[in-house]
Structures are given as structure tokens and as C-alpha cells.
T-cell receptor, first 111, second 115 residues
């Protein structure tokens, strides 16, 4: 699986948009971009995933650059409950392929 | 059940004891993964099952670690002769074996502390 690079930590004001970047410059054509987050003392929680096109769901939006070498997770109106570690993972679309987690980005939403 | 259930949530063991951690995946989920998460680190892959078959155990750190899923549903991760370095949160995740992108659903984890 391609390696991803994320900032170690970020702060965001409550109510503002949180934009979390991820670099995956060696991504292959058949690899999806996934985002998970982990709130303290819980297991990782799925947020969103995409291949080429931008995606949006009730939790977040995923913007993937045209060359697919980077992406941004957007939480449109961050709340205190969004404070967590956010993991960006690239992975082939094979159900037997495990998810390789890096250290992630620790997002702190400040009041 | 509605989600992935793990038990016990917390386990304290003396060094040298054997421990068993249980995972109840979402009903009907074919794939099951175990991960180990040390304090302040991201989860690290241990092993993968498709139904009852253990297809990948490349992440198991030593032969003291053993996992099984005999009937293709509940899985048990067993650690023999526990060492202090085994202290971690052990996460279980399951997914439907669909073609294309699939999503893992994680349990809350079992926190093991070895004294």
C-alpha cells in the first residue's frame, strides 16, 4: 500500500471548517483513499472514502486532487466532539487487503 | 448485534499468564481483522480471517500469539506467557466481503496491561 503523510497535529476553532491534508504521492490507480478517526478510548470510526471523484456524506467531504497525489478531509462545522486522531489510508480494493494506519493527525477543536 | 463487540474491555495480567480476548463481529461479516495499538501509536495489523480461514498472520509478533475463528463468526486472540511489551489495546474489525472498496467496522478494543 502507498505511504501517506499527514501533519502531526492541527487546531481548529469550534464552528469553523477543519481541513485535514494528506499526501499520497505514490498512490496507484486502483487504490482508494480512506479516512478514519479515533476518539480517545474508542476504536477507529469510518468517515469517508473515494477513488477519483470528490465525495460527501453526512460526516465530511473528501477532496482528491486531479493527479490523486493528495487529498483533503473537510469537516464543515467542527464541534468539540470532533477532537480525535484522523487517519488517512490508501488501500487497494481487495477485501483481503488490510488497512495500514500511520500515526495520523491529532485534531483539537477549541472552544 | 449492531456493532463489533469485544471482551473483556480491560484485562490486567501478571507476566507469564495466558490471556484470551474475544471478538464478536457484525453478523454476516465474512472478513475479520485483529490489530494491536500501543499507546500513542496507530493500530498495527496482526492477522486476517476470511470466514474460518486465517489467510494472513504476518503481523503476529511472535509464536506466543495465536488467533482462531473456528466457525467463521466469533474470534479469539490468545496470548501465551504474556510479557510487558504485550501491553496494548487489541482491536477487532469486521467487514462484508464485497468487491470494490469495503469498509472496516471496529470494536472498542480490549486494553491489556501486563504487570
Amino acid at each position: 500500500d502507498a505511504k501517506t503523510t499527514q501533519p502531526t497535529s492541527m487546531d481548529c476553532a469550534e464552528g469553523r471548517a477543519a481541513n485535514l491534508p494528506c499526501n499520497h504521492s505514490t498512490i496507484s490507480g486502483n487504490e482508494y483513499v480512506y479516512w478514519y478517526r479515533q476518539i480517545h478510548s474508542q476504536g477507529p470510526q469510518y468517515i469517508i472514502h473515494g477513488l477519483k471523484n470528490n465525495e460527501t456524506n453526512e460526516m465530511a467531504s473528501l477532496i482528491i486532487t486531479e493527479d490523486r497525489k493528495s487529498s483533503t478531509l473537510i469537516l464543515p462545522h467542527a464541534t468539540l466532539r470532533d477532537t480525535a486522531v484522523y487517519y488517512c489510508i490508501v488501500r487497494v480494493a481487495n477485501y483481503g487487503q488490510n488497512f495500514v494506519f500511520g500515526p495520523g493527525t491529532r485534531l483539537s477543536v477549541l472552544p | 448485534g449492531a456493532g463489533v463487540s469485544q471482551s473483556p474491555r480491560y484485562k490486567v495480567a501478571k507476566r507469564g499468564q495466558d490471556v484470551a480476548l474475544r471478538c464478536d463481529p457484525i453478523s454476516g461479516h465474512v472478513s475479520l481483522f485483529w490489530y494491536q495499538q500501543a499507546l500513542g501509536q496507530g493500530p498495527e495489523f496482526l492477522t486476517y480471517f476470511q470466514n474460518e480461514a486465517q489467510l494472513d498472520k504476518s503481523g503476529l509478533p511472535s509464536d506466543r500469539f495465536f488467533a482462531e475463528r473456528p466457525e467463521g463468526s466469533v474470534s479469539t486472540l490468545k496470548i501465551q506467557r504474556t510479557q510487558q511489551e504485550d501491553s496494548a489495546v487489541y482491536l477487532c474489525a469486521s467487514s462484508l466481503a464485497l468487491s470494490g472498496a469495503n469498509v472496516l467496522t471496529f470494536g472498542a478494543g480490549s486494553r491489556l496491561t501486563v504487570l
